[in-house]
């Protein structure tokens, strides 16, 4: 019966140590993420009348918005759900 306790007791252990693992997290990549965008106009500022938004990913606004990247003239810029504005920003070519 002891070495049957021994063994079990080294089941029990391993399956307990296993279930409190904390699971390793993805890798967080924003430009997969999908954000709220904000079209911004030749000046640089947030396009409020009306207000010119788009939800996904920064490669699909720059496409709604018609902002091929390139420069530094800012055509977008991204808000999490909440209205959070966040540092990421779509460029466009000067014309």
């Known amino acids: 019966m002891r070495k049957y306790f021994l063994s079990i007791l080294a089941i029990v252990l391993a399956i307990g140590f296993s279930a409190f693992t904390i699971p390793k997290e993805k890798a967080n990549n924003k430009a997969l ?4 965008w904000h079209k911004y106009n030749p000046a640089g500022n947030a396009e409020l009348i009306p207000t010119v938004t788009y939800i996904g990913t920064a490669a699909a606004a720059s496409v709604a918005f018609g902002c091929p990247e390139g420069s ?3 055509c977008g810029r991204a808000y999490d ?4 504005a966040l540092d990421l920003y779509i460029k466009k070519s000067p014309q």
Do not use: H, K
């Not at 993420?33 to 709220?36: I, L, N």
């Not at 759900?81 to 959070?84: Q, Y």
């Open 81 to 84: 759900f909440e209205g959070t």
């Open 33 to 36: 993420e999908s954000f709220v």
């Open 72 to 74: 530094s003239v800012f």
